[in-house]
């Protein structure tokens, strides 16, 4: 079945780090444009970061001020977020998404409507 799964998420004090991981199912993630989201309480999904392989495209949203980055490995076929310096700003629930139809990764990746699949998602706690 075509999927992502998440994992990785966690509590973590201020200025600490974590690393998601997001396994692709049926499908290889280096080809395809896959992203994360997080979304904190009731409000928009917002896009964290995103990327290509094959196409060499990497996105992460300019608010993220270099903390966070993202990467895959075809072996494993998984992307993963390294977010570091955390603070508690960034305590929210954060999605894997996956775009298979070669449309996205470019300015719109941060649109969450246009991905087709979505994990259940994985919760980061920063404490103060």
């Known amino acids: 079945q075509v999927g992502v799964v998440e994992s990785g998420g966690g509590s973590v004090q201020n200025g600490g780090s974590l690393r998601l991981s997001c396994a692709a199912s049926q499908f290889s993630a280096r080809d395809k444009c896959v992203a994360w989201f997080r979304q904190i309480r009731e409000k928009e999904r917002e896009g964290v970061a995103a990327i290509f392989g094959d196409r060499g495209a990497v996105h992460v949203a300019d608010s993220l001020n270099g903390r966070f980055t993202i990467s895959q490995d075809s072996t494993t076929n998984t992307v993963y977020l390294q977010m570091n310096s955390l603070n508690p700003s960034d305590t929210a629930i954060y999605y894997c998404?996956?775009?298979?139809?070669?449309?996205?990764?470019?300015?719109?990746?941060?649109?969450?409507?246009?991905?087709?699949?979505w994990g259940r998602g994985t919760q980061v706690t920063v404490s103060s």
């Open positions: 998404a996956a775009d298979l139809s070669g449309a996205m990764c470019g300015s719109r990746w941060s649109r969450p409507g246009k991905y087709q699949y």
